[in-house]
T-cell receptor
């Protein structure tokens, strides 16, 4: 079964702690993305990566960091510098130019 | 700076009638446009796409129209069914760097 997995589905953290969200894909896609969804604001791009060992900031990268050491994996770290981290986080990938974006099931992060 | 805009947060139609969801964009670097359907706490699922070299693409009950001069696209669903009730996101890809931007979404409710 090809697809994108994100774990866990729900994540709780105390304020001031860093937390890393997992995203793995077995679709052999080069490009991977992280989005954040807040009520009424749609999907906002945090970071994206076109290829291993390369990534670019999206619209709201402040307070987040990523790595792309393997093609299959694109973990997102929500740092303590992110002022409002509670949100629904979506990971996605695509095969390249003019191809659809596939999404994972999402992780809901709640910072207490 | 929101590059993809969906100005209608919600739309309600009667079963069997046509649903028209609208989307506007500002970036002339976008060359590929997509529509996604999303249920709460799940990742979006791909519906239909259109390349900038076309002005219409049809897939069953779903048709996407692109008006490049107006930087506007629309999704038509006909006939609408109660199972179509969801949030619909418009997305656009920048051919220059392959990043993808989403609108804020339109919540469609199809009443029986």
């Amino acid at each position: 079964d090809g697809g994108i997995t994100q774990s866990p589905k729900y994540l709780f953290r105390k304020e001031g702690q860093n937390v890393t969200l997992s995203c793995e894909q077995n679709l052999n896609h080069d490009a991977m993305y992280w989005y954040r969804q807040d009520p009424g604001q749609g999907l906002r791009l945090i970071y994206y990566s076109q290829i291993v060992n390369d990534f670019q900031k999206g619209d709201i990268a402040e307070g987040y960091s990523v790595s792309r050491e393997k093609k299959e994996s694109f973990p997102l770290t929500v740092t303590s510098a992110q002022k409002n981290p509670t949100a629904f986080y979506l990971c996605a990938s695509n095969a390249g130019w003019q191809s659809e974006q596939f999404f994972g099931p999402g992780t809901r992060l709640t910072v207490l | 700076d929101q590059q993809v805009k969906q100005n209608s947060p919600s739309l309600s139609v009667q079963e069997g009638r046509i649903s028209i969801l609208n989307c506007d964009y500002t970036n002339s670097m976008f060359d590929y446009f997509l529509w996604y359907k999303k249920y709460p706490a799940e990742g979006p699922t791909f519906l239909i796409s259109i390349s900038s070299i076309k002005d219409k693409n049809e897939d069953g009950r779903f048709t996407v129209f692109l008006n490049k001069s107006a930087k506007h696209l629309s999704l038509h669903i006909v006939p609408s069914q109660p199972g179509d009730s969801a949030v619909y996101f418009c997305a656009a890809r920048n051919y220059n760097n392959n990043d993808m931007r989403f609108g804020a979404g339109t919540r469609l409710t199809v009443k029986p």
